[in-house]
C-alpha cells in the first residue's frame, strides 16, 4: 500500500528531476538564440534553419511550462488569445514529426476569434493529435485542420485519412495508462482531456473509418 510519505518522496523526487530538466532546456535555448545571431551577423538568410529554431525554442517553452506544474495545485492559466495565431503556430511546429512521409497539412482557420485557454496546454494537445495523426498515415496522406462557431465556443475539428481507430479502442481511448504504441505511456491523450475540461473546453473523437478519423476540440470564445 502507498503511504503520504511514499507519494511525499515522489513528489520531491518529481520536483527535483524537473529543475535538472529545466536547466538543461535552458542549454538549448542559450543556443538557439547563439545560432540566430551567428545567421544574421553572417548575413546568412536560411527560413527553414530560422523556422527550425523557433520550433526548438517554442517546445522548450512548452515543456518548462508543464515542468512548472509539479510546483503548483493550480496550473490551469487562462488567458485570451487569436485563435488562428495560435493554432497556425502549433502547426508549424508540428510539420516536424512528418519527417520522411508524404503528409500535407491543411488548414481554414477563421479570422479575429478571440478564445479563453492556457495556451501552453491547449497547443500541447492540438499537436498530441497531430503527431497522432501523422503516425496513423502510413507514407501519404493529409491532415485538414477547419473551425466552427457552435454557441460561445470554436470547435477545431482535425481530420486525418490514416488508419482508423477500431471500435473497441475508441471505448478507452482517453483512458488513463491507455495505448496502442509499443512505446507508448498512454497519459497523451488522458491529458489533454483532463486539461481541456479543467479550462471549460473538451475533445471527443467525432468518427473514426476507413476513409477519415475526425477530432474535435472545443474551447470558450472570449467576447472582448
Known sequence: MTTQNDIDIIRQQARCIGHEIRNHLSICDVYSEIIKKHLVKNNIDNPAIENALN????????IGNSLLDLKSVTN????IYDSKNLIQETIDMSAVYIQDKDIKISSALKENIKIYVDGNKFQACIINIIKNAIEAIDKKGKIEIFEDIVGNNLVISIANNGKAISEKVQTTLFDDGFTTKKTGSGIGLYLCKQNLEAQNGSIKLKSSDSKKTVFEISVPIKNL
Do not use: H, N, S, T
Open 55 to 62: 520550433c526548438i525554442q517554442k517546445a522548450v517553452k512548452l
Open 76 to 79: 490551469i492559466v487562462p488567458q
